[in-house]
Antibody
């Protein structure tokens, strides 16, 4: 079955960087785009960006575009999200999420388990 | 970016009641609106796509409506497992955005 397994929790100091991985299995990795979504404690979902696994093309939310990078390694079916210059308000659970196309309607049907990133001095 | 605004932010209801959650887009998004349910500590789960299409396996007490800028999610006859947070998401733009979520709590 489809699985998306993310790396473990991270604790970082302000100004540092974090790189979260998402290893996919159970489907053709290159056939689906992948979004990254984060959720600060007690808050809603925030779309961070998207990567085309096949082409490597990326789109980033404007509020994060100067600090985020999304990459993938098709040889290991793994996607990565790196966030730089971390601040306390970057503390959140970070999800990788596979997009599916339902007849032209794009949805997120598969999610990773989430990775808690805590930014604290 | 397209802004998505949900209302209310939270509501209290009893088992058996019908509740409606609203989601407004800052511009016309046609029918490109999805609804997700999230249980605390879990990843979201897709319920409805394309504004009104129920994902296979989702109970029929969930229904979605609307188009353009105004959308609704209705849960008829609330069940204990429906107490959760609900999120709308627009998929019209390549830059996807979510609403801030609506928490459905037990009255």
């Amino acid at each position: 079955q489809v699985q998306m397994v993310q790396s473990g929790p991270e604790v970082k100091k302000p100004g540092a960087s974090v790189k979260v991985s998402c290893k996919a299995s159970g489907y053709s990795f290159v056939d689906y785009g992948l979004s990254w979504v984060r959720q600060a404690p007690g808050q809603g979902l925030e779309w961070m960006g998207w990567i085309s696994i096949y082409y490597g093309q990326t789109r980033y939310a404007k509020i994060l575009q100067d600090r985020v990078s999304m990459t993938r390694d098709t040889s290991t079916n793994t996607a990565y999200m790196e966030l730089r210059s971390l601040r306390s308000d970057d503390t959140a659970v970070y999800y990788c999420a596979r997009e599916s196309d339902f007849g032209g309607l794009i949805v997120i049907q598969q999610w990773g388990q989430g990775t808690l990133v805590t930014v604290s001095a | 970016d397209i802004q998505m605004t949900q209302s209310p932010s939270s509501l209290s209801a009893s088992v058996g009641e019908t509740v409606t959650i609203s989601c407004r887009a800052s511009q016309d998004i046609d029918l490109y609106l999805n609804w997700y349910q999230q249980i605390p500590g879990k990843a979201p789960r897709l319920l409805i796509y394309g504004a009104s299409n129920l994902l296979s396996g989702v109970p029929s007490r969930f229904s979605g409506g609307g188009s353009g800028t105004e959308f609704t999610l209705t849960i008829s006859s609330l069940q204990p497992e429906d107490f959760a947070t609900y999120h709308c998401q627009q998929a019209y733009s390549d830059f996807r955005t979510f609403g801030q979520g609506t928490k459905v709590e037990v009255k």
